[in-house]
């Protein structure tokens, strides 16, 4: 998914979290991955506002124009951030006409999007074992209001859904998804956690704005919602019983004060493994009715690049709550 070359032709979208400022003569460019990047350059205010805009809507050639930077100065800020994956093309997304050819380059965009997630703070202690109880039963306990959510914005897109396949299609996962709070609510007590606890501990903040940030599209834009399965249920290929039970066996290594909530954590991937859900709502929505047009293409990878900027808060606001709080039925490690 990394660009290999920039041209005129290229319709960039800046990774989520990117934001771009100008400071003591230089415009920077800030991101949630391990760089943030400076130019120098004499007409910055310019290239600020065209790097600011890049959200798939136009190629390299049309922010020349637009915004009177040369197409060889955009490319030569383009290649480093696209190199470091901060930059994708929307351009296959948007002019692919066959169903699968688009579900492939629309999904190969949330894909490479959804690796970041786990390339911050919160996953590298998990991954690292120095993760606490506290920490991974708050992970457990925020992810079962998660999934309370998913039956509520899963819910709306249903009943609102004025198509019959569609309102089919979206009934249908949201009965299978319907039942997998009490996952975690085991899980959790089997850690020691009641599940009084588990439920009556609100949701954070963050865990809230992930789950409005679904109701919201639930309410007005059934693809759009559908779209936000890209990432949720990403990878698109290659994601394997074996692979998930590997994954979960040595996390499980790493924390035997978390076994139950880990194993309602593989018990809810397998399922959707099970189910078939990397076959998500949008690949039938477009084998159906064919590929969405640009602008509503647009609008989704907006708003899944919103998603994982929630990802990113959600997982953020799990390590910095629960890092200051002991959770009864534990000793903290």
Known sequence: MRLQSIDETTRPILAPGTTVRQDDGEVVVATMYPSDYAFTCVNGSLLRYALSQFDGRSTVAEASRNFGVSVSQLRDVLLPLAA??????????????DPERYMESFCAIGDFWALNIFDQPFWHLVRSGGASRDILLGWGIQFYHRVCGANVHNSIAASGATDPAIRGWLSQHYH?????ARIFLRGLAQDGLPEAEAVNRAAL?????????????????????SSLDSLQQSPRHGQT???INDQFDRMSALYPYAQGTLNAFRAHTLIDIELDHSDIVLDKMVRAFGPP?????????????E??????????????HFSKVTLPGGARH
């Open 205 to 225: 903040p963050t865990t809230q704005q992930l789950i409005e940030h679904s109701i919201r599209l639930a309410r007005t834009d059934q693809i759009a919602y």
């Open 84 to 97: 470091d994956g901060i930059v994708v093309d929307a351009s296959q997304a948007l002019q692919a006409t």
């Open 307 to 320: 998603l994982v900027e929630h990802f990113h808060m959600f997982f953020d606001g799990i390590l910095k």
């Open 293 to 305: 047009p640009p602008e509503q293409t647009l609008k989704m990878l907006m708003v899944t690049r």
């Open 241 to 243: 019983v074996e692979l």
């Open 176 to 180: 299978e998804e319907s039942d997998h």
